[in-house]
């Protein structure tokens, strides 16, 4: 089954700690995407990635990094500088073609930050 | 710049009552439009999409018409059905890539 898993489901940060977030995909997609979900909004673009090795910030990137080593693999970094981590993070994929806007994002089930 | 405004929620609904949920875009060009939904503790999944002006878009009994004239892609659904309950998100993407959501709708059916 081709599909984006992300994990874990649930994780805990104490104060002062990075933790990193996993997301892979097996859909051969070019793009990738974190989003940052808070309760009783929408969603918000923290990074993005449109091919191997390249990445770009969305909107709210600081306290954040990624990295794109492999073109199923997009892990996410929140780092201590992230003063208000506590949300829902949901990972992406879509096919990329440069100019297009057509492509569907597909989402992983999520994991849910929670800070100690 | 691009936005999406989506009526506020929550709605509430018995079962097998009609759906209408509002949302209207702002942008430039002509972006692909979106519905997704959210059950509780759970990612995204893609509804329904459309990518030109007057296309509609279907999937499980909802449906929404991509009406350029108006800038609106409202969801509606015939019967609703206590498993609809959810979260749905209207959403755009522009011709840079860019995804971008509305706040979100939360539907609740009642038997």
């Known amino acids: 089954d081709g599909g984006i898993t992300q994990s874990p489901k649930y994780l805990f940060r104490k104060e002062g700690q990075n933790v990193t977030l996993s997301c892979e995909q097996n859909l051969n997609h070019d793009a990738m995407y974190w989003y940052r979900q808070d309760p009783g909004q929408g969603l918000r673009l923290i990074y993005y990635?449109?091919?191997?090795?390249?990445?770009q910030k969305g909107d709210i990137a600081e306290g954040y990094s990624v990295s794109r080593e492999k073109k199923e693999s997009f892990p996410l970094t929140v780092t201590s500088a992230q003063k208000n981590p506590t949300a829902f993070y949901l990972c992406?994929?879509?096919?990329?073609?440069?100019?297009?806007?057509?492509?569907?994002?597909?989402f992983g089930p999520g994991t849910r930050l929670l800070v100690l | 710049g691009n936005s999406v405004t989506q009526m506020e929620g929550p709605v509430t609904l018995s079962e097998e009552a009609f759906l209408t949920i509002n949302c209207t875009y702002t942008?430039?060009?002509?972006?692909?439009l979106f519905w997704y939904v959210q059950y509780p503790g759970e990612g995204l999944q893609l509804l329904l999409k459309?990518?030109?002006?007057?296309d509609k878009g279907s999937n499980k009994g909802f449906e929404a018409t991509y009406r350029k004239e108006t800038t609106s892609f409202h969801l509606e659904k015939g019967s609703v059905q206590v498993s609809d309950s959810a979260v749905y998100f209207c959403a755009l993407v522009n011709q840079g890539g860019k995804l971008i959501f509305g706040q979100g709708t939360e539907l609740s059916v009642k038997p």
């Open positions: 459309a990518t030109k002006a007057d």
């Open positions: 992406a994929s879509s096919t990329h073609r440069q100019g297009s806007h057509q492509e569907t994002q597909y």
């Open positions: 990635s449109q091919i191997v090795n390249d990445f």
């Open positions: 942008a430039t060009g002509y972006p692909s």
